[in-house]
């Protein structure tokens, strides 16, 4: 069973910088592209970025998001990061990794993903 574990979550004031990671278990994900995705409360969770399984290919939700944030995986350790820099109140989020059907990127939606982290909470405050 494929088990996806975010970390690196926390408290950070506007303007700094968290590195999130998602480990995978239970097999290999290199043949999957990889998301991340976040949920404030109240809101619908929301697509942040994504990437082809062979690290490649990016594709982020906006273009401030591309500006700020940075997704990246090592299959050698089948891991997938999310580095998020110059960090705004407004990323205030559960931020979840998963795991698409496919290889390719764009996969902006939920439905299209079929293994999910539990989540990491990211809070940005003074």
């Known amino acids: 069973q494929v088990q996806l574990r975010e970390s690196g979550g926390g408290l950070v004031q506007p303007g700094g910088s968290l590195k999130l990671s998602c480990a995978a278990s239970g097999r290999s994900l290199s043949d999957n592209a990889m998301g991340w995705f976040r949920q404030s409360p109240g809101k619908e969770r929301e697509f942040v970025a994504c990437i082809s399984a062979n690290g490649l290919s990016e594709f982020y939700a906006e273009v401030s998001l591309k500006a700020r944030f940075a997704v990246s995986r090592d299959n050698a350790k089948n891991t997938v990061y999310l580095q998020m820099n110059s960090l705004k109140p407004e990323d205030t989020a559960v931020y979840y990794c998963?795991?698409?059907?496919?290889?390719?990127?764009?996969?902006?939606?939920?439905?299209?993903?079929?293994?999910w982290g539990q989540g990491t909470q990211v809070t940005v405050s003074s």
């Open positions: 998963a795991a698409a059907r496919g290889q390719t990127v764009p996969v902006t939606s939920p439905s299209d993903y079929i293994y």
